[in-house]
């Protein structure tokens, strides 16, 4: 543990989290059992806890630093717009340079059709503006019926209340009794098989086309504003769609005029190999929201990207709304806004959209290599710098998640984290996955293929699975 950290030993900061934090999206009963990882410093893609270990982050902080860790530029640019002013707001028809440079840059790597931004601070309000947004789009239009949104199962959108209502697990509504009457849900495209026969996966497509299309008209699409997801859905376990599938969700849209809203919170800014997901596909967004890899997660800051017809339709229509009642204190925050700028550069300057294609090819093969002959490992699939691995537990297993002692999933996170190594967790698809940072090196992502190997053969010898 770092000396400016030692006001408190090890064993007393994690006394004092348990008795004080509610901690975010964790298993209370796990962290009661195990405590938590009282993080102490990192450097490149290593953190360090509080008590000395050192482990390679095959996380990233959630996916979100994808320059790594311990990066001083950020923190000199944090400190130069500090000392420049900290903060003034953007609302009430205020701005500042950074915001204004920032939008400029963003939409520069956008799609044409693309022509304003709005900033907020986490993925899930980047999410909750773009629905707003989209609602005064329609009532624009004389259709304030028009605003059910369709999202698929086991997708991943935020947790506000409405990003809870649009993400796809039940968790994330059932306790909290979340209304859903304003979304349509349509199946994960989930495809994790490797046939070489192309049309058992177009067949596989053409029937989740089937379905969006029953729901389209069963619900009408005069009730729909559009259709929410992300390119690769990563809380998902990382699923990636089968081939074409995004291009024919859309043709289908277009027919029911109903618009498309990229979710590239955790996809953006270079993690699949590109610089946005989208780009995989033929698709063309009419809303791009973004967060994460914008600031490398160093600044809590997102963005709406929205097309120049919306913009054109509020914008014509200010008169009849008066204000545009939306945004919070931090928007376009100007520390944040230059945190991204420097990201921005820095993501430019060392070549990390192509690195993270590279080094996640060097990944996907590594761990098939190595694994694609182990019969608890079931798919392997990755883009760019996601890549999740299926681990075969049977239905009661499922059940007993929370039961360290009797799930094989589990128990691979906690032998990785031996093994020096943090991976993550997703139940829906059984599946461990990673979205290390985008710098990481070639030696790097073979000492990852490593450690996992280590952890999921570790976990598997220890569990009795008779
Ligand atoms: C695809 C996607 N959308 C939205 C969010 C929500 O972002 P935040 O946690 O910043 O609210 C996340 C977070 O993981 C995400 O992965």
């Given at each position: 543990m770092r000396a400016s950290s030692m006001v408190y030993t090890s064993t007393q900061l994690k006394a004092l989290d348990i008795e004080s934090i509610l901690h975010p999206m964790s298993s209370i009963g796990l962290l009661n059992h195990f405590g938590p990882q009282v993080m102490t410093g990192g450097k490149g893609v290593f953190v360090e806890d509080s008590d000395g270990n050192q482990f390679l982050s095959a996380d990233a902080g959630l996916g979100a630093t994808t320059l790594g860790f311990g990066r001083q530029e950020l923190g000199e640019v944090m400190l130069e717009a500090c000392k420049n002013m900290g903060f003034y707001q953007t609302s009430v028809d205020s701005s500042n340079p950074t915001q204004i440079l920032l939008a400029q840059k963003l939409l520069n790597y956008m799609p044409d059709n693309i022509t304003k931004v709005f900033f907020a601070s986490s993925g899930s309000e980047a999410n909750e503006t773009a629905i707003k947004i989209l609602r005064l789009y329609n009532v624009?239009?004389?259709?304030?019926?028009?605003?059910?949104?369709i999202t698929q199962d086991f997708s991943y959108h935020g947790s506000t209340m409405f990003t809870s209502?649009?993400?796809?697990m039940e968790g994330f509504q059932n306790d909290f009794v979340i209304d859903r009457q304003d979304i349509i849900s349509v199946p994960c495209p989930v495809?994790?098989?490797?046939t070489s026969d192309a049309s058992i996966e177009e067949a596989f497509v053409n029937k989740l086309i089937e379905i969006l299309r029953y729901r389209i008209e069963e619900v009408g699409a005069d009730n729909i504003a559009a259709f929410m997801a992300e390119p690769v859905l990563g809380c998902a376990g990382i699923v990636i769609p089968p081939k074409g599938y995004y291009d024919k969700v859309q043709a289908l849209l277009k027919e029911y005029d109903i618009l498309f809203v990229c979710d590239e919170v955790l996809c953006g800014y270079g993690r699949t190999g590109k610089m946005f997901g989208y780009q995989h596909t033929q698709l063309q967004p009419d809303i791009i929201t973004s967060a994460k890899g914008l600031t490398s997660g160093y600044f809590p800051l997102s963005c709406v990207a929205i097309s120049q017809d919306i913009w054109q339709v509020l914008s014509v229509q200010h008169n009849n709304f008066g204000v545009f009642s939306h945004g919070f204190?931090?928007?376009?925050h100007p520390v944040g806004a230059a945190v991204a700028l420097k990201t921005l550069e820095i993501l430019e300057e060392e070549n990390l959209v192509e690195n993270a294609r590279l080094r996640g090819e060097q990944l996907l093969t590594g761990l098939k290599e190595e694994l694609n002959d182990n019969p608890y490992v079931g798919s392997i699939r990755g883009q760019g710098l996601m890549v999740g691995i299926e681990i075969k537990v049977d239905q009661q297993e499922i059940k007993d998640f929370n039961d360290f002692e009797k799930n094989l999933l589990s128990q691979t996170e906690r032998a990785c984290l031996d093994a020096g190594l943090l991976v993550r967790t997703a139940r829906?698809?059984?599946?461990?996955f990673m979205v290390p940072p985008l710098t990481i090196s070639s030696a790097e992502t073979e000492l990852l293929i490593s450690r996992y190997v280590k952890g999921v053969e570790t976990a598997i010898k220890n569990y009795d699975r008779i």
């Open positions: 624009g239009q004389g259709k304030p019926q028009k605003k059910q949104i209502a649009l993400t796809g495809f994790f098989s490797e204190t931090s928007c376009g829906l698809s059984n599946s461990n």
